[in-house]
């Protein structure tokens, strides 16, 4: 009897979830078939059941960033540090697939991802190439995927508690270029913004303020080091008023806005200081349009506005070690405490669209 993998399918958008069945692979030379342990559910498989990223080939098998063992390779491999890649290892690997290092955005723009030929597992490849997702008892890492060890020192579901979520954080956090002692806020704590919590304290920044309408998040957030907490029960104004109050009433060094809401980007804004930077990277999708006035909040405060989508190898490579080396001061395996087995995926995906859970990791072996 040829051998079987079972993986969960989005067959189409706003169509239930089912369970498959995929071969064995065949590999090509510098391929290899990882052992699933663990995948998740973000708000990203919430936006591809909806229908809201353009070109994806459903079906599909999603979850884009995984754990897994190597169970099978043809040919040497090894990780772009250098090390060997042997049977029996737990590895992760960046999704981002393909990117060419030939066109203008990868070679002149710097901006790999907006290459044609960028590929995603779990999001732009379709079940019907095989098993190019992570929600699969079996990921296929085709030649080229960039494969790095989980260190022994580091458990698997700490990294994946931080997960895609750590990744974009990491990247945000960059390009707002923190500096010790600067007052964050931090607009909307999903998985992204409690890793921009984390790695704002991370950083050494003094005052880390977390915005939410979820007082669980909040809650959570604290643990990842917010110094106060700001809900979005309270109105608009008062809320800008709460945020001054901490700071002087100059508005906070640094705003990252994490929440896909329009009108968190223009409440950005307003809190941001003069003179403030603020990253916008919570509007992966669509989310619609919003109201900004020019003059007030951006040209007269000489505000540094940056936009942040998606990740590269490098945010992935780093989100490996601040997990093995601050997974203990920073909770991110609370991220995701219950875990669900594959044939429970669907219900994953709903808590996580109805916003019960942040994040909701799927245990395979
Ligand atoms: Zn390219
Ligand atoms: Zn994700």
Same mark, same amino acid.
């Given at each position: #009897?040829?051998?079987?993998?079972?993986?969960?399918?989005?067959?189409? %958008?706003?169509?239930?979830?089912?369970?498959?069945?995929? %071969?064995? %692979?065949?590999?090509?030379?510098?391929?290899?078939?990882?052992?699933? #342990?663990?995948?998740? $559910? @973000?708000?990203?498989?919430?936006?591809?059941?909806? *229908?809201?990223?353009?070109?994806?080939?459903? =079906?599909?098998? =999603?979850?884009?960033?995984?754990?897994?063992?190597?169970?099978? #390779? !043809?040919?040497?491999?090894?990780?772009?540090?250098?090390?060997?890649?042997?049977?029996?290892?737990?590895?992760?690997?960046?999704?981002?697939?393909?990117? @060419?290092?030939?066109?203008?955005?990868?070679?002149?723009?710097?901006?790999?991802?907006? @290459?044609?030929?960028?590929?995603?597992?779990?999001?732009?490849?379709?079940?019907?190439?095989?098993? /190019?997702?992570?929600?699969?008892?079996?990921?296929? #890492?085709?030649?080229?995927?960039?494969?790095?060890?989980?260190?022994?020192?580091?458990? %698997?579901?700490?990294?994946?508690?931080?997960? @895609?979520?750590?990744?974009?954080?990491?990247?945000?956090?960059?390009?707002?270029?923190?500096?010790?002692?600067?007052?964050?806020?931090?607009?909307?704590?999903?998985?992204?913004?409690?890793?921009?919590?984390?790695?704002?304290?991370?950083?050494?920044?003094?005052?880390?303020?977390?915005?939410?309408?979820?007082?669980?998040?909040?809650?959570?957030?604290?643990?990842?080091?917010?110094?106060?907490?700001?809900?979005?029960?309270?109105?608009?104004?008062?809320?800008?008023?709460?945020?001054?109050?901490?700071?002087?009433?100059?508005?906070?060094?640094?705003?990252?806005?994490?929440?896909?809401?329009?009108?968190?980007?223009?409440? *950005?804004?307003?809190?941001?200081?003069?003179?403030?930077?603020? $990253?916008?990277?919570?509007?992966?999708?669509?989310?619609?349009?919003?109201?900004?006035?020019?003059?007030?909040?951006?040209? !007269?405060?000489? $505000?540094?506005?940056?936009?942040?989508?998606?990740?590269?190898?490098?945010?992935?490579?780093?989100?490996?070690?601040?997990?093995?080396?601050? *997974?203990?001061?920073?909770?991110?395996? *609370?991220?995701?405490?219950?875990?669900?087995?594959?044939?429970?995926?669907?219900?994953? /995906?709903?808590?996580?669209?109805?916003?019960?859970?942040?994040?909701?990791?799927?245990?395979?072996?």
């Amino acid at each position: #009897m040829p051998k079987t993998y079972l993986a969960a399918v989005m067959p189409a %958008p706003n169509v239930p979830i089912e369970l498959r069945e995929f %071969p064995e %692979p065949e590999l090509e030379q510098g391929a290899a078939l990882l052992h699933t #342990m663990y995948s998740e $559910v @973000c708000g990203t498989d919430v936006h591809l059941h909806h *229908g809201k990223l353009a070109g994806v080939p459903y =079906p599909i098998i =999603p979850g884009h960033v995984s754990v897994g063992a190597v169970a099978k #390779m !043809r040919g040497k491999l090894t990780t772009p540090d250098g090390d060997p890649i042997k049977e029996g290892d737990v590895v992760t690997f960046l999704d981002v697939h393909e990117t @060419c290092n030939h066109c203008y955005h990868c070679l002149v723009a710097n901006q790999p991802n907006r @290459c044609p030929s960028r590929k995603v597992y779990g999001i732009t490849y379709s079940a019907n190439d095989g098993l /190019l997702g992570g929600w699969s008892q079996a990921i296929y #890492m085709k030649p080229g995927v960039k494969m790095i060890h989980i260190p022994k020192e580091l458990a %698997p579901e700490t990294f994946i508690g931080g997960g @895609c979520g750590l990744v974009t954080a990491l990247h945000a956090v960059d390009l707002a270029h923190i500096r010790l002692g600067e007052s964050v806020a931090v607009l909307g704590v999903g998985p992204v913004g409690q890793s921009i919590v984390a790695l704002s304290s991370l950083s050494g920044a003094g005052e880390i303020v977390a915005v939410d309408g979820v007082q669980d998040r909040l809650d959570f957030a604290k643990r990842m080091g917010a110094t106060s907490t700001v809900t979005l029960k309270t109105p608009r104004k008062e809320r800008l008023s709460q945020v001054h109050a901490l700071t002087r009433g100059r508005g906070v060094d640094v705003v990252i806005e994490a929440s896909g809401h329009p009108d968190a980007v223009s409440e *950005g804004l307003d809190i941001v200081r003069d003179g403030g930077r603020m $990253v916008v990277c919570g509007h992966y999708t669509d989310n619609g349009s919003v109201e900004i006035h020019p003059h007030w909040q951006i040209n !007269r405060k000489h $505000v540094d506005l940056r936009g942040c989508w998606g990740s590269r190898f490098e945010h992935f490579h780093r989100s490996v070690a601040i997990a093995t080396h601050s *997974g203990t001061a920073k909770p991110w395996i *609370g991220m995701t405490s219950d875990a669900y087995a594959l044939k429970d995926a669907a219900i994953a /995906l709903q808590l996580v669209a109805d916003r019960r859970k942040t994040k909701a990791l799927i245990k395979v072996a």
